[in-house]
């Protein structure tokens, strides 16, 4: 068991109950695994599963100026989202280093959720504050008030229209619509970390046990825990912050330079930085790497060259349930070859391929 100082999610005790084996995750005590992880994830992949995601971070901005806000604010162009999408975006310091990767949702006219990870939130809130003091708009960290339970697979679409008379249908990727679920008030958004349709809600944390049970009972719906999130997003080709995203990170080294939006109207924090870089090629560059072997790939394993000349790290890596092999991404040196690397796996060289990201995609 870990840390007693750590947090509860609203669905602690459901946890529990259900036997999870639970782990301190970014301060938050949160279900690993149930019972086996490689089942969960396989349930994603084939069925449905439901996540506890209530340790991320809310904070909402509002007022007359909260786009122009987190148009300087953030890499992103905010201004033109329309009520009721979201976008992919980042907040960087003043050297483009990035500090966290954000879903940003316009929930109103002037009303916008920034969705953080949960590590970075005090980052995040601290840095919008600071951004937002020269504009009319007020960030209020609602995080503690909201929970947040995914329902991810290609089966989450038929389980929730069970749940809601909202028209799902009409609710495109990267969207977001306020609705009733099992009679609980939500925000329904179709975004998600791992790789299939989905939708992830957002409801109060009273709320959260009652939904979570209703969803639960249905059959073919799974839950599944922080392990198979992981291999589910790194089959997806989806960063990480902490191992494919750092503050000694640039988005343009994680090849997510097209998140960042150097054309849009005025300056924004990191922007020179960025602008240079974008001139610039990069010193290294993310892969995706396929081991020949069983022995797994993990962070902090150096990539090397068929002399041995390390060439490289991994940010991360598991067997892959889908594959049936082990996987990695990683940073490549600039020069590196593509040809005839191997991970240093405990002293060991373990032959690998260079293989383009995302190593799966929904058909």
Known sequence: ?????ALKTPLYDVHAELGANLVDFAG????????????EHRAVREAAGLFDLSHMGEILLSGPQAAAALDYALVGNITPMPVGKARYTMIVDRDGGVLDDLIVYRLAEQTYMVVANAANVAVVRNALVERAGGFET????????????????????????????????????????????????????????????????????????????????????????????????????????????????TPFEAGLGRVVKLDKPGDFVGKAALAAQAQTP?????????????????????????????????????????????IAMAYLDSGAAESGLAVDVRGRREPVDVVPLPFYKRS
């Open 28 to 39: 938050f005590l949160m279900p690993l695994r149930y019972a086996s992880e490689v089942a």
């Open 138 to 249: 007020v960030v209020d960290d609602r995080s503690a008030t909201y929970a947040l339970i995914a329902l991810q697979g290609p089966a989450a679409a038929g389980v929730l229209a069970r749940f809601t008379a909202a028209p799902l249908d009409d609710l495109k990727y990267y969207a977001i619509m306020a609705a009733p679920v099992a009679g609980v008030d939500a925000l329904i958004a179709r975004t998600g970390y791992t790789g299939e349709d989905g939708f992830e809600l957002f409801v109060s944390s009273d709320d959260a046990v009652k939904l979570w049970k209703e969803l639960a009972a249905v059959e073919g719906v799974t839950p599944a825990g922080l392990a198979a999130r992981d291999s589910l997003r790194l089959e997806a080709g989806m960063p990480l912050y902490g191992n494919e995203l750092t503050a000694a990170t």
């Open 1 to 5: 068991m870990s840390d007693s100082s």
């Open 282 to 326: 990069a010193g290294r560059r993310l892969v995706g790497l396929v081991a020949h072997g069983r022995r797994a790939p993990r962070k902090g394993y150096e990539v090397v060259t068929s002399d041995g000349t390390p060439c490289g790290v991994v940010t991360s890596g598991a067997p892959s349930p889908t594959l049936g092999r082990p």
